[in-house]
Protein backbone atom coordinates (compact mmCIF):
# COMPACT_ATOMS: atom_id res chain seq x y z
CA UNK A 1 0.00 0.00 0.00
CA UNK A 2 3.02 2.31 0.65
CA UNK A 3 4.64 1.84 -2.81
CA UNK A 4 0.86 3.49 -4.38
CA UNK A 5 1.73 6.83 -3.50
CA UNK A 6 5.02 6.44 -5.02
CA UNK A 7 3.91 5.50 -8.66
CA UNK A 8 1.36 8.13 -8.24
CA UNK A 9 4.35 10.89 -8.01
CA UNK A 10 6.56 8.98 -10.94
CA UNK A 11 3.56 9.16 -13.18
CA UNK A 12 2.94 12.78 -12.45
CA UNK A 13 6.56 13.31 -12.70
CA UNK A 14 6.41 11.57 -15.80
CA UNK A 15 3.62 13.32 -17.87
CA UNK A 16 4.91 16.79 -16.53
CA UNK A 17 8.18 16.06 -18.32
CA UNK A 18 6.60 14.70 -21.74
CA UNK A 19 4.00 17.75 -21.19
CA UNK A 20 7.38 20.05 -21.31
CA UNK A 21 8.99 18.10 -23.97
CA UNK A 22 5.95 19.03 -26.34
CA UNK A 23 6.13 22.81 -25.51
CA UNK A 24 10.06 23.26 -27.29
CA UNK A 25 10.12 24.60 -30.82
CA UNK A 26 11.81 22.52 -33.31
CA UNK A 27 13.27 23.20 -36.98
CA UNK A 28 13.94 20.53 -39.34
CA UNK A 29 15.30 20.84 -43.44
CA UNK A 30 14.36 18.67 -45.60
CA UNK A 31 17.71 18.39 -47.31
CA UNK A 32 21.20 19.65 -46.03
CA UNK A 33 22.80 20.27 -49.71
CA UNK A 34 21.12 21.30 -52.86
CA UNK A 35 22.53 22.49 -56.23
CA UNK A 36 22.28 25.74 -57.99
CA UNK A 37 18.77 27.63 -58.31
CA UNK A 38 17.24 24.49 -56.05
CA UNK A 39 14.89 25.57 -52.72
CA UNK A 40 14.83 24.01 -49.57
CA UNK A 41 11.84 23.29 -47.01
CA UNK A 42 12.13 24.42 -43.39
CA UNK A 43 9.37 23.28 -40.71
CA UNK A 44 8.81 24.13 -37.33
CA UNK A 45 6.91 22.72 -34.79
CA UNK A 46 5.21 24.21 -31.67
CA UNK A 47 2.81 23.27 -29.50
CA UNK A 48 0.55 27.18 -29.20
CA UNK A 49 -1.89 28.59 -31.00
CA UNK A 50 -1.30 31.86 -30.13
CA UNK A 51 1.35 34.34 -32.24
CA UNK A 52 3.74 33.62 -35.07
CA UNK A 53 7.01 33.08 -35.09
CA UNK A 54 9.78 36.27 -36.03
CA UNK A 55 11.19 34.79 -39.32
CA UNK A 56 13.25 38.13 -39.74
CA UNK A 57 16.24 36.71 -39.49
CA UNK A 58 15.91 34.32 -42.52
CA UNK A 59 16.21 37.85 -44.60
CA UNK A 60 19.94 37.67 -44.28
CA UNK A 61 20.78 34.89 -46.71
CA UNK A 62 17.14 33.08 -47.62
CA UNK A 63 14.01 34.76 -49.71
CA UNK A 64 10.62 33.04 -48.78
CA UNK A 65 9.20 31.50 -51.17
CA UNK A 66 6.30 30.04 -49.52
CA UNK A 67 4.54 28.78 -46.66
CA UNK A 68 2.69 26.77 -45.27
CA UNK A 69 0.55 25.81 -42.03
CA UNK A 70 -1.06 23.01 -40.95
CA UNK A 71 -2.44 22.21 -36.85
CA UNK A 72 -3.07 19.20 -34.40
CA UNK A 73 -4.35 18.09 -31.64
CA UNK A 74 -2.83 15.60 -28.47
CA UNK A 75 -4.21 13.56 -25.64
CA UNK A 76 -0.84 12.71 -23.15
CA UNK A 77 -1.81 11.63 -19.70
CA UNK A 78 -5.52 13.39 -19.54
CA UNK A 79 -4.06 16.54 -20.59
CA UNK A 80 -4.78 18.06 -24.01
CA UNK A 81 -2.51 19.78 -26.29
CA UNK A 82 -1.97 21.55 -29.57
CA UNK A 83 0.66 21.51 -32.08
CA UNK A 84 0.81 24.03 -35.22
CA UNK A 85 3.47 23.35 -37.96
CA UNK A 86 4.74 25.63 -40.36
CA UNK A 87 6.23 25.15 -43.37
CA UNK A 88 8.86 27.13 -45.53
CA UNK A 89 10.18 27.14 -48.70
CA UNK A 90 13.76 28.96 -48.83
CA UNK A 91 15.79 29.92 -51.75
CA UNK A 92 19.30 30.69 -50.45
CA UNK A 93 20.99 34.02 -51.79
CA UNK A 94 24.26 32.49 -51.96
CA UNK A 95 26.53 29.35 -52.30
CA UNK A 96 28.43 28.40 -50.16
CA UNK A 97 27.32 26.84 -46.00
CA UNK A 98 24.71 28.46 -45.22
CA UNK A 99 23.60 28.76 -41.12
CA UNK A 100 19.59 28.56 -40.43
CA UNK A 101 19.83 31.19 -37.56
CA UNK A 102 17.16 30.04 -34.04
CA UNK A 103 13.99 31.71 -34.33
CA UNK A 104 12.07 32.93 -31.68
CA UNK A 105 8.15 31.62 -31.46
CA UNK A 106 6.45 33.29 -28.35
CA UNK A 107 9.10 32.22 -25.19
CA UNK A 108 10.95 29.48 -27.03
CA UNK A 109 13.85 29.07 -29.34
CA UNK A 110 14.88 26.75 -32.61
CA UNK A 111 17.60 25.20 -32.73
CA UNK A 112 20.07 26.52 -35.74
CA UNK A 113 20.56 24.39 -38.72
CA UNK A 114 23.42 24.29 -41.52
CA UNK A 115 22.47 24.34 -45.22
CA UNK A 116 25.24 23.80 -47.73
CA UNK A 117 24.97 25.18 -50.90
CA UNK A 118 27.13 23.84 -53.90
CA UNK A 119 28.89 26.91 -56.02
CA UNK A 120 27.59 28.49 -59.04
CA UNK A 121 23.93 29.42 -57.18
CA UNK A 122 22.82 32.82 -56.93
CA UNK A 123 25.12 35.78 -56.05
CA UNK A 124 28.44 33.63 -56.08
CA UNK A 125 28.53 34.46 -59.82
CA UNK A 126 30.78 37.41 -60.91
CA UNK A 127 29.03 40.40 -62.38
CA UNK A 128 28.15 40.59 -66.11
CA UNK A 129 30.81 41.33 -68.23
CA UNK A 130 30.74 41.59 -72.37
CA UNK A 131 30.99 37.84 -71.77
CA UNK A 132 28.93 35.38 -71.02
CA UNK A 133 28.21 34.87 -67.11
CA UNK A 134 26.14 31.57 -67.35
CA UNK A 135 25.92 29.30 -64.21
CA UNK A 136 27.11 25.88 -63.69
CA UNK A 137 27.01 24.08 -67.11
CA UNK A 138 26.70 20.51 -64.81
CA UNK A 139 23.44 22.11 -63.06
CA UNK A 140 19.87 21.40 -65.26
CA UNK A 141 19.31 25.08 -64.74
CA UNK A 142 21.32 27.72 -65.44
CA UNK A 143 21.36 31.07 -66.62
CA UNK A 144 23.08 34.02 -67.77
CA UNK A 145 23.84 37.58 -68.73
CA UNK A 146 25.75 39.48 -71.62
CA UNK A 147 26.45 43.32 -71.71
CA UNK A 148 27.30 44.90 -74.50
CA UNK A 149 29.32 47.21 -73.08
CA UNK A 150 30.43 47.53 -69.53
CA UNK A 151 31.17 51.46 -69.59
CA UNK A 152 29.01 53.12 -72.02
CA UNK A 153 28.16 57.23 -72.01
CA UNK A 154 25.38 58.84 -70.03
CA UNK A 155 22.01 58.24 -72.22
CA UNK A 156 23.79 55.88 -74.36
CA UNK A 157 21.44 52.77 -74.81
CA UNK A 158 23.13 49.20 -74.00
CA UNK A 159 22.08 46.31 -75.21
CA UNK A 160 21.84 43.34 -72.08
CA UNK A 161 21.45 39.73 -73.92
CA UNK A 162 19.90 37.36 -70.59
CA UNK A 163 20.32 33.31 -71.90
CA UNK A 164 18.25 30.32 -69.86
CA UNK A 165 19.96 26.98 -70.19
CA UNK A 166 17.71 24.19 -69.12
CA UNK A 167 18.20 20.10 -69.68
CA UNK A 168 14.63 19.76 -67.99
CA UNK A 169 10.89 20.88 -68.58
CA UNK A 170 10.18 24.45 -66.86
CA UNK A 171 6.64 24.75 -65.45
CA UNK A 172 5.25 28.19 -64.71
CA UNK A 173 8.68 29.55 -65.58
CA UNK A 174 9.01 33.33 -65.52
CA UNK A 175 11.82 36.04 -66.40
CA UNK A 176 12.21 39.47 -64.34
CA UNK A 177 14.48 42.14 -64.41
CA UNK A 178 13.71 45.49 -63.45
CA UNK A 179 15.82 49.09 -63.27
CA UNK A 180 15.44 51.82 -61.33
CA UNK A 181 15.65 55.66 -61.09
CA UNK A 182 19.15 55.19 -62.30
CA UNK A 183 18.76 53.08 -65.46
CA UNK A 184 15.93 52.40 -67.65
CA UNK A 185 15.61 48.82 -68.69
CA UNK A 186 12.97 47.99 -71.54
CA UNK A 187 12.66 44.56 -72.81
CA UNK A 188 13.35 44.74 -77.06
CA UNK A 189 11.91 42.04 -79.11
CA UNK A 190 10.45 38.27 -78.73
CA UNK A 191 12.46 35.63 -76.53
CA UNK A 192 14.53 33.51 -79.26
CA UNK A 193 14.32 29.26 -78.44
CA UNK A 194 16.98 26.76 -79.95
CA UNK A 195 18.23 23.14 -78.51
CA UNK A 196 21.81 22.65 -78.36
CA UNK A 197 23.77 19.38 -77.29
CA UNK A 198 26.10 20.00 -74.35
CA UNK A 199 28.15 17.83 -73.01
CA UNK A 200 26.11 15.19 -74.57
CA UNK A 201 23.07 16.25 -73.79
CA UNK A 202 20.22 17.76 -75.40
CA UNK A 203 19.10 21.75 -73.71
CA UNK A 204 17.15 23.86 -74.59
CA UNK A 205 18.78 28.10 -75.08
CA UNK A 206 16.14 31.17 -74.51
CA UNK A 207 17.12 34.11 -74.96
CA UNK A 208 15.48 37.88 -74.47
CA UNK A 209 17.19 41.09 -74.59
CA UNK A 210 16.95 44.23 -72.95
CA UNK A 211 17.89 47.61 -73.36
CA UNK A 212 19.28 49.55 -70.86
CA UNK A 213 19.62 53.11 -70.73
CA UNK A 214 21.81 54.84 -67.94
CA UNK A 215 20.45 58.10 -66.58
CA UNK A 216 23.67 59.07 -64.69
CA UNK A 217 27.39 58.79 -64.62
CA UNK A 218 29.68 56.55 -62.34
CA UNK A 219 29.41 53.03 -60.88
CA UNK A 220 25.93 51.83 -61.20
CA UNK A 221 24.96 47.80 -59.58
CA UNK A 222 21.41 46.61 -60.52
CA UNK A 223 20.33 42.95 -59.02
CA UNK A 224 20.28 40.07 -61.88
CA UNK A 225 17.68 38.75 -63.67
CA UNK A 226 15.69 36.07 -61.74
CA UNK A 227 14.34 33.05 -62.95
CA UNK A 228 11.33 31.06 -61.20
CA UNK A 229 9.83 27.96 -62.00
CA UNK A 230 9.05 24.76 -61.33
CA UNK A 231 11.41 21.77 -62.37
CA UNK A 232 10.44 17.60 -61.96
CA UNK A 233 11.54 16.55 -58.34
CA UNK A 234 13.32 13.13 -58.54
CA UNK A 235 13.15 12.15 -54.94
CA UNK A 236 9.19 11.49 -55.31
CA UNK A 237 5.81 12.43 -56.16
CA UNK A 238 3.42 15.10 -55.16
CA UNK A 239 2.44 14.94 -52.09
CA UNK A 240 -1.69 14.52 -52.54
CA UNK A 241 -0.65 11.21 -54.25
CA UNK A 242 2.19 10.40 -51.91
CA UNK A 243 -0.64 8.24 -49.12
CA UNK A 244 -2.00 5.87 -51.96
CA UNK A 245 1.35 5.45 -53.69
CA UNK A 246 4.28 6.19 -51.23
CA UNK A 247 7.09 7.75 -53.10
CA UNK A 248 7.40 5.30 -56.41
CA UNK A 249 6.53 7.46 -58.93
CA UNK A 250 3.93 6.39 -61.32
CA UNK A 251 4.90 7.53 -65.12
CA UNK A 252 2.89 10.52 -66.43
CA UNK A 253 0.85 10.79 -63.20
CA UNK A 254 0.97 12.86 -59.85
CA UNK A 255 4.87 13.61 -60.80
CA UNK A 256 6.40 16.01 -58.02
CA UNK A 257 7.78 19.33 -58.79
CA UNK A 258 9.93 21.53 -56.67
CA UNK A 259 10.39 25.40 -57.37
CA UNK A 260 13.25 27.01 -58.80
CA UNK A 261 14.19 30.71 -57.61
CA UNK A 262 17.88 31.20 -59.93
CA UNK A 263 19.17 34.78 -60.30
CA UNK A 264 22.32 35.83 -62.60
CA UNK A 265 24.97 37.70 -61.75
CA UNK A 266 24.18 41.31 -60.83
CA UNK A 267 24.62 43.85 -63.77
CA UNK A 268 27.31 46.26 -63.33
CA UNK A 269 27.69 49.78 -65.38
CA UNK A 270 30.46 51.84 -65.31
CA UNK A 271 28.63 55.47 -67.00
CA UNK A 272 30.61 58.26 -68.34
CA UNK A 273 29.70 61.00 -68.35
CA UNK A 274 28.90 63.09 -71.45
CA UNK A 275 31.94 64.19 -73.99
CA UNK A 276 30.42 67.63 -75.04
CA UNK A 277 28.52 70.25 -73.12
CA UNK A 278 25.37 71.98 -74.81
CA UNK A 279 24.34 70.88 -77.65
CA UNK A 280 22.99 67.87 -79.16
CA UNK A 281 23.89 65.24 -76.91
CA UNK A 282 24.20 61.67 -79.18
CA UNK A 283 26.32 59.09 -77.93
CA UNK A 284 25.97 56.54 -81.22
CA UNK A 285 28.41 54.16 -82.90
CA UNK A 286 27.12 55.18 -86.25
CA UNK A 287 24.78 58.21 -87.44
CA UNK A 288 23.11 58.76 -91.25
CA UNK A 289 21.14 61.81 -92.40
CA UNK A 290 19.59 61.64 -95.88
CA UNK A 291 16.80 63.63 -97.38
CA UNK A 292 14.93 62.69 -99.93
CA UNK A 293 12.25 64.87 -102.51
CA UNK A 294 8.99 64.39 -104.06
CA UNK A 295 9.10 65.42 -107.10
CA UNK A 296 12.83 65.55 -107.33
CA UNK A 297 13.05 68.58 -109.27
CA UNK A 298 15.48 71.96 -108.66
CA UNK A 299 11.56 74.02 -110.15
CA UNK A 300 8.40 73.91 -108.56
CA UNK A 301 5.74 76.51 -109.04
CA UNK A 302 4.32 78.67 -106.59
CA UNK A 303 1.14 77.61 -105.09
CA UNK A 304 2.41 73.66 -105.49
CA UNK A 305 3.80 71.47 -103.26
CA UNK A 306 7.03 69.47 -102.37
CA UNK A 307 7.51 67.04 -100.37
CA UNK A 308 11.08 67.05 -98.38
CA UNK A 309 11.58 63.96 -96.24
CA UNK A 310 14.16 63.41 -93.55
CA UNK A 311 15.48 60.43 -92.51
CA UNK A 312 17.90 59.65 -89.23
CA UNK A 313 19.14 56.63 -88.48
CA UNK A 314 21.65 56.22 -85.99
CA UNK A 315 22.87 52.69 -84.94
CA UNK A 316 23.18 52.54 -81.02
CA UNK A 317 20.44 54.75 -80.10
CA UNK A 318 16.71 54.54 -79.60
CA UNK A 319 14.16 56.07 -82.24
CA UNK A 320 12.72 58.05 -79.14
CA UNK A 321 16.20 59.95 -78.58
CA UNK A 322 16.33 61.43 -82.42
CA UNK A 323 15.73 64.93 -82.64
CA UNK A 324 13.23 66.35 -84.46
CA UNK A 325 14.95 68.31 -87.50
CA UNK A 326 11.12 69.47 -88.77
CA UNK A 327 12.08 72.67 -86.07
CA UNK A 328 15.38 72.88 -87.09
CA UNK A 329 14.99 74.25 -90.85
CA UNK A 330 15.93 77.63 -91.72
CA UNK A 331 13.81 78.71 -94.51
CA UNK A 332 14.08 81.73 -96.64
CA UNK A 333 11.47 83.95 -97.19
CA UNK A 334 8.49 83.00 -99.68
CA UNK A 335 8.94 79.21 -98.60
CA UNK A 336 6.76 77.99 -95.97
CA UNK A 337 7.19 74.51 -94.13
CA UNK A 338 4.40 71.96 -93.13
CA UNK A 339 6.22 69.00 -91.25
CA UNK A 340 3.79 65.60 -91.14
CA UNK A 341 3.74 63.15 -88.32
CA UNK A 342 7.07 61.37 -87.64
CA UNK A 343 7.69 57.57 -88.28
CA UNK A 344 9.69 56.21 -85.44
CA UNK A 345 11.14 52.91 -85.45
CA UNK A 346 13.51 50.38 -82.90
CA UNK A 347 15.52 47.37 -84.18
CA UNK A 348 17.71 44.84 -83.07
CA UNK A 349 20.96 44.52 -84.70
CA UNK A 350 24.00 42.53 -83.95
CA UNK A 351 23.38 42.56 -80.36
CA UNK A 352 22.55 46.87 -80.61
CA UNK A 353 19.51 48.75 -80.60
CA UNK A 354 19.34 50.97 -84.46
CA UNK A 355 16.70 53.68 -84.01
CA UNK A 356 15.27 55.36 -87.24
CA UNK A 357 13.03 58.54 -87.36
CA UNK A 358 11.68 59.95 -90.79
CA UNK A 359 9.61 62.80 -90.95
CA UNK A 360 7.67 64.63 -94.11
CA UNK A 361 7.77 68.28 -94.74
CA UNK A 362 5.41 69.64 -97.39
CA UNK A 363 7.34 73.21 -98.64
CA UNK A 364 4.96 75.31 -100.23
CA UNK A 365 6.35 78.96 -102.43
CA UNK A 366 4.28 81.93 -102.00
CA UNK A 367 6.31 84.36 -104.21
CA UNK A 368 8.68 83.40 -107.27
CA UNK A 369 12.11 83.62 -107.63
CA UNK A 370 15.76 82.13 -106.87
CA UNK A 371 15.60 80.76 -103.22
CA UNK A 372 18.06 78.30 -101.39
CA UNK A 373 17.53 76.32 -98.68
CA UNK A 374 20.69 76.46 -96.36
CA UNK A 375 22.71 73.45 -95.13
CA UNK A 376 21.33 71.47 -92.21
CA UNK A 377 23.58 70.19 -89.70
CA UNK A 378 23.64 67.45 -86.30
CA UNK A 379 26.25 67.14 -84.32
CA UNK A 380 26.83 63.50 -82.48
CA UNK A 381 29.32 61.24 -80.31
CA UNK A 382 31.33 58.96 -82.19
CA UNK A 383 31.55 56.15 -79.43
CA UNK A 384 33.46 53.68 -81.46
CA UNK A 385 36.44 56.29 -81.66
CA UNK A 386 35.43 58.97 -78.90
CA UNK A 387 35.05 62.19 -80.70
CA UNK A 388 32.44 64.47 -82.14
CA UNK A 389 30.77 64.22 -85.92
CA UNK A 390 28.83 66.41 -87.43
CA UNK A 391 25.88 64.84 -89.76
CA UNK A 392 25.27 67.37 -92.64
CA UNK A 393 22.37 67.99 -95.40
CA UNK A 394 24.02 70.26 -97.87
CA UNK A 395 22.40 73.24 -99.35
CA UNK A 396 19.68 73.27 -101.89
CA UNK A 397 18.89 75.68 -104.51
CA UNK A 398 15.10 75.97 -106.07
CA UNK A 399 13.78 77.80 -108.57
CA UNK A 400 10.37 79.07 -107.93
CA UNK A 401 8.45 79.96 -111.29
CA UNK A 402 5.08 81.70 -111.09
CA UNK A 403 1.86 79.60 -110.59
CA UNK A 404 0.84 77.89 -114.03
CA UNK A 405 -1.64 79.43 -116.19
CA UNK A 406 -1.54 82.85 -114.09
CA UNK A 407 -0.93 86.45 -115.13
CA UNK A 408 1.70 88.82 -113.18
CA UNK A 409 -0.05 90.39 -111.14
CA UNK A 410 -1.71 87.21 -109.70
CA UNK A 411 1.67 85.57 -109.43
CA UNK A 412 2.66 87.90 -106.47
CA UNK A 413 -0.47 86.86 -104.41
CA UNK A 414 -0.50 83.58 -105.12
CA UNK A 415 -3.43 81.09 -104.08
CA UNK A 416 -2.77 77.79 -101.86
CA UNK A 417 -4.14 74.29 -104.62
CA UNK A 418 -7.40 73.05 -103.62
CA UNK A 419 -8.87 76.47 -102.14
CA UNK A 420 -11.67 78.62 -103.24
CA UNK A 421 -10.66 82.13 -103.61
CA UNK A 422 -13.49 84.44 -103.92
CA UNK A 423 -12.94 87.21 -106.64
CA UNK A 424 -14.15 90.52 -106.91
CA UNK A 425 -16.23 91.80 -109.22
CA UNK A 426 -13.84 94.64 -110.09
CA UNK A 427 -11.11 91.73 -111.19
CA UNK A 428 -12.95 90.47 -113.52
CA UNK A 429 -11.90 93.23 -116.75
CA UNK A 430 -8.47 92.63 -115.98
CA UNK A 431 -8.40 88.91 -115.91
CA UNK A 432 -10.10 88.90 -119.24
CA UNK A 433 -7.40 91.59 -120.78
CA UNK A 434 -4.98 89.18 -122.23
CA UNK A 435 -7.33 87.28 -124.21
CA UNK A 436 -8.39 90.35 -125.86
CA UNK A 437 -4.86 91.52 -126.53
CA UNK A 438 -4.00 87.78 -127.83
CA UNK A 439 -7.10 88.54 -130.56
CA UNK A 440 -6.15 92.04 -131.47
CA UNK A 441 -3.33 91.45 -134.14
CA UNK A 442 -5.90 88.85 -136.01
CA UNK A 443 -8.11 91.62 -136.13
CA UNK A 444 -5.98 94.03 -137.13
CA UNK A 445 -4.11 91.87 -140.15
CA UNK A 446 -8.65 91.15 -140.98
CA UNK A 447 -9.39 95.23 -141.15
CA UNK A 448 -7.77 97.16 -143.98
CA UNK A 449 -5.66 100.09 -144.09
CA UNK A 450 -8.08 103.26 -144.18
CA UNK A 451 -8.28 104.68 -147.80
CA UNK A 452 -7.20 101.69 -149.15
CA UNK A 453 -8.91 100.57 -152.25
CA UNK A 454 -11.32 98.05 -151.97
CA UNK A 455 -11.17 95.67 -154.86
CA UNK A 456 -13.48 92.86 -156.75
CA UNK A 457 -12.02 90.17 -153.99
CA UNK A 458 -13.30 92.51 -151.19
CA UNK A 459 -16.96 92.55 -151.92
CA UNK A 460 -17.50 89.61 -149.47
CA UNK A 461 -16.51 91.15 -146.02
CA UNK A 462 -19.71 93.65 -146.20
CA UNK A 463 -21.78 90.65 -147.32
CA UNK A 464 -20.49 88.75 -144.26
CA UNK A 465 -21.24 91.48 -141.83
CA UNK A 466 -24.69 91.88 -143.49
CA UNK A 467 -25.64 89.09 -142.50
CA UNK A 468 -23.98 88.63 -139.27
CA UNK A 469 -26.24 92.07 -138.55
CA UNK A 470 -29.26 90.46 -140.08
CA UNK A 471 -29.15 86.87 -137.70
CA UNK A 472 -28.58 89.76 -134.58
CA UNK A 473 -31.93 90.95 -135.42
CA UNK A 474 -33.58 87.81 -136.33
CA UNK A 475 -32.04 86.54 -132.74
CA UNK A 476 -33.36 89.64 -130.93
CA UNK A 477 -36.46 89.36 -132.39
CA UNK A 478 -37.35 85.61 -130.88
CA UNK A 479 -35.47 86.56 -127.87
CA UNK A 480 -38.55 89.51 -127.32
CA UNK A 481 -41.11 87.17 -128.41
CA UNK A 482 -40.30 84.73 -125.93
CA UNK A 483 -39.64 87.10 -123.05
CA UNK A 484 -43.36 88.00 -123.84
CA UNK A 485 -44.85 84.43 -123.11
CA UNK A 486 -42.70 83.58 -120.06
CA UNK A 487 -44.84 84.76 -116.46
CA UNK A 488 -43.60 87.86 -114.21
CA UNK A 489 -40.47 87.87 -112.67
CA UNK A 490 -42.05 88.32 -108.98
CA UNK A 491 -44.17 84.57 -110.26
CA UNK A 492 -40.94 82.70 -111.18
CA UNK A 493 -38.33 80.74 -108.24
CA UNK A 494 -35.00 82.22 -108.29
CA UNK A 495 -32.51 79.99 -109.09
CA UNK A 496 -30.18 78.75 -106.21
CA UNK A 497 -26.88 80.48 -106.19
CA UNK A 498 -24.10 77.97 -106.01
CA UNK A 499 -21.30 80.36 -106.27
CA UNK A 500 -21.91 82.13 -102.47
CA UNK A 501 -24.43 81.98 -99.90
CA UNK A 502 -27.18 84.48 -100.11
CA UNK A 503 -26.38 86.94 -97.19
CA UNK A 504 -22.70 86.75 -94.84
CA UNK A 505 -25.03 85.25 -91.94
CA UNK A 506 -25.87 82.49 -93.42
CA UNK A 507 -21.93 82.26 -94.71
CA UNK A 508 -20.98 82.38 -91.12
CA UNK A 509 -23.61 79.69 -90.14
CA UNK A 510 -21.91 77.78 -93.16
CA UNK A 511 -18.31 78.55 -91.30
CA UNK A 512 -19.71 77.58 -87.96
CA UNK A 513 -20.71 73.97 -88.71
CA UNK A 514 -17.84 73.60 -90.83
CA UNK A 515 -15.55 74.49 -87.64
CA UNK A 516 -18.21 72.19 -85.81
CA UNK A 517 -17.62 69.38 -88.18
CA UNK A 518 -13.59 69.93 -88.70
CA UNK A 519 -13.46 70.18 -92.16
CA UNK A 520 -10.88 72.79 -93.23
CA UNK A 521 -12.18 72.89 -97.26
CA UNK A 522 -15.51 73.56 -96.50
CA UNK A 523 -14.75 76.11 -93.94
CA UNK A 524 -12.54 77.99 -96.31
CA UNK A 525 -14.80 78.41 -99.04
CA UNK A 526 -17.72 79.85 -96.28
CA UNK A 527 -14.74 81.58 -94.97
CA UNK A 528 -14.40 83.37 -98.25
CA UNK A 529 -17.94 83.67 -99.29
CA UNK A 530 -18.58 85.17 -96.03
CA UNK A 531 -15.51 87.98 -96.66
CA UNK A 532 -16.96 88.93 -100.06
CA UNK A 533 -20.65 89.28 -98.73
CA UNK A 534 -18.90 91.30 -96.19
CA UNK A 535 -16.64 93.42 -98.30
CA UNK A 536 -18.86 93.59 -101.53
CA UNK A 537 -15.94 94.55 -104.37
CA UNK A 538 -13.21 94.92 -101.97
CA UNK A 539 -12.50 91.58 -100.34
CA UNK A 540 -9.80 90.25 -98.99
CA UNK A 541 -7.60 88.39 -101.73
CA UNK A 542 -6.23 85.57 -98.98
CA UNK A 543 -6.99 84.89 -95.79
CA UNK A 544 -3.30 86.67 -94.01
CA UNK A 545 -5.00 89.59 -95.91
CA UNK A 546 -8.43 88.97 -94.18
CA UNK A 547 -6.44 88.66 -90.91
CA UNK A 548 -4.56 92.74 -91.53
CA UNK A 549 -8.12 93.54 -92.83
CA UNK A 550 -9.75 93.02 -89.43
CA UNK A 551 -6.77 94.02 -87.79
CA UNK A 552 -6.71 90.78 -85.44
CA UNK A 553 -3.57 89.17 -84.33
CA UNK A 554 -4.83 86.57 -82.89
CA UNK A 555 -6.48 85.21 -85.91
CA UNK A 556 -3.56 85.06 -87.88
CA UNK A 557 -2.56 81.10 -86.38
CA UNK A 558 -6.04 79.74 -86.75
CA UNK A 559 -5.48 81.30 -90.32
CA UNK A 560 -1.94 79.48 -90.68
CA UNK A 561 -3.62 76.38 -89.03
CA UNK A 562 -6.30 76.31 -91.36
CA UNK A 563 -4.24 76.61 -94.74
CA UNK A 564 -1.67 73.64 -93.28
CA UNK A 565 -4.95 71.45 -92.65
CA UNK A 566 -6.08 72.15 -96.11
CA UNK A 567 -2.82 71.29 -98.29
CA UNK A 568 -0.67 69.36 -96.31
CA UNK A 569 -3.46 67.19 -94.35
CA UNK A 570 -2.46 67.71 -90.83
CA UNK A 571 -5.36 67.57 -88.70
CA UNK A 572 -7.86 70.38 -87.68
CA UNK A 573 -10.23 71.41 -85.10
CA UNK A 574 -12.06 74.61 -85.82
CA UNK A 575 -13.58 76.10 -82.19
CA UNK A 576 -10.23 78.03 -82.41
CA UNK A 577 -11.11 79.30 -85.85
CA UNK A 578 -14.39 80.60 -84.85
CA UNK A 579 -13.97 81.90 -81.72
CA UNK A 580 -11.54 84.11 -82.97
CA UNK A 581 -13.03 85.69 -86.05
CA UNK A 582 -16.18 86.77 -84.11
CA UNK A 583 -14.06 88.21 -81.26
CA UNK A 584 -11.89 89.96 -84.52
CA UNK A 585 -14.71 91.17 -86.49
CA UNK A 586 -16.54 92.43 -83.39
CA UNK A 587 -14.30 95.67 -84.67
CA UNK A 588 -14.42 95.93 -88.36
CA UNK A 589 -15.92 98.05 -90.20
CA UNK A 590 -19.45 96.46 -92.68
CA UNK A 591 -20.89 97.46 -95.39
CA UNK A 592 -23.18 100.69 -94.51
CA UNK A 593 -26.26 99.16 -92.31
CA UNK A 594 -25.08 96.05 -91.75
CA UNK A 595 -24.46 93.74 -88.91
CA UNK A 596 -20.67 93.18 -88.46
CA UNK A 597 -21.01 89.01 -87.99
CA UNK A 598 -24.30 89.03 -90.03
CA UNK A 599 -27.81 88.12 -87.88
CA UNK A 600 -27.27 84.63 -85.76
CA UNK A 601 -31.05 84.46 -86.12
CA UNK A 602 -33.69 84.77 -88.57
CA UNK A 603 -36.37 86.66 -88.87
CA UNK A 604 -38.13 84.69 -86.64
CA UNK A 605 -35.92 84.85 -83.85
CA UNK A 606 -34.53 81.29 -84.06
Not at 159 to 166: H, I, K, S
Request: with cysteine; hydrophobic share 45%.
Amino acid sequence: MKRWPRIVACAALLAAWHVGALAALTAALDRDRIAPGETVQLTLAHDSRGGDPDLAPLAADFDILGRSSASSLRIVGGHISSEQQLTLTLAPRRSGTLHVPPLHWDADVSPPLTLVVEAGAGGAAPPATPGDSDADSAAPVGIGAKLETPRPYVQQPVMLTVRVRTSVPLSNAGLGFEGDADVIVEPIGKDSQRTEVVGGREVQIIERRYRLLPQRSGHIELPGPLLEAQIPDPRGVDPAFGGLFGRMPIPGFGAALRPLHLRAAPVVLDVRPRAVSGGDWLPARSLTLQETWSPDSSTLHVGDPVTRRLTITAAGLSAAQLPDLAKRLALPEGLKAYPDQPRLDDQAQDGSSVGRREQDVALIATRPGRMTLPELRLAWWDTQHDQARVAVLPARTIEVLPAAGASASSAANPTIPGATAATPPTAAAPAAAPAMEALAPAASAAIPPAGAAVGASNWIWPAVTATLALLWLATAALWWRDRKRLPPRAARPAPPSKAKPRSAAEALRDLDRACAANSPLEARAALQAWAAAHWPGVAPAGLQALAQRLGAPALAEPLRELDRACFAGTPWRGGELSRALRAAAVGSTPKPGADPLGSLYDESGH
